[in-house]
Nanobody, 120 residues
Framework: QVQLVESGGGLVHPGGSLRLSCAAS????????WSWYRQAPGKERELVAA??????STNYADSVKGRFTISRDKNTVYLQMNGLKPEDTAVYYC???????????????WGQGTQVTVSS
């Protein structure tokens, strides 16, 4: 079973930066789409950013455009968060949609979540 392990969350002041990482445990896993979601207390989970395999097309929520950058490297996806705002406070989850050799059926895997708190 593929495990996604997240790290990099924490407490930061408004305007600060954090870099989240999410690594897949299996070298046979190939992610077609890496995504970051977040869920704030009392709110529904929302897509923050996504990046595809190959060309590496990216998509961002309007609320984070220009501040967050998603990137990938082999079995790891990153989320560089700059200019953090209090409204960015949430639990951030990474998601990988892909296949595990030799299977060809895609499956979603989720990280355990990492808390990001932006507060003065």
């Amino acid at each position: 079973q593929v495990q996604l392990v997240e790290s990099g969350g924490g407490l930061v002041h408004p305007g600060g930066s954090l870099r989240l990482s999410c690594a897949a445990s299996e070298f046979t896993f190939r992610s077609n789409v890496w995504s970051w979601y977040r869920q704030a207390p009392g709110k529904e989970r929302e897509l923050v950013a996504a990046i595809t395999r190959g060309v590496g097309s990216t998509n961002y929520a309007d609320s984070v455009k220009g501040r967050f950058t998603i990137s990938r490297d082999k079995n790891t996806v990153y989320l560089q968060m700059n200019g953090l705002k209090p409204e960015d406070t949430a639990v951030y989850y990474c998601n990988a949609r892909g296949t595990t050799w030799p299977l060809t059926v895609e499956h979603d895997y989720w990280g355990q979540g990492t808390q990001v708190t932006v507060s003065s």
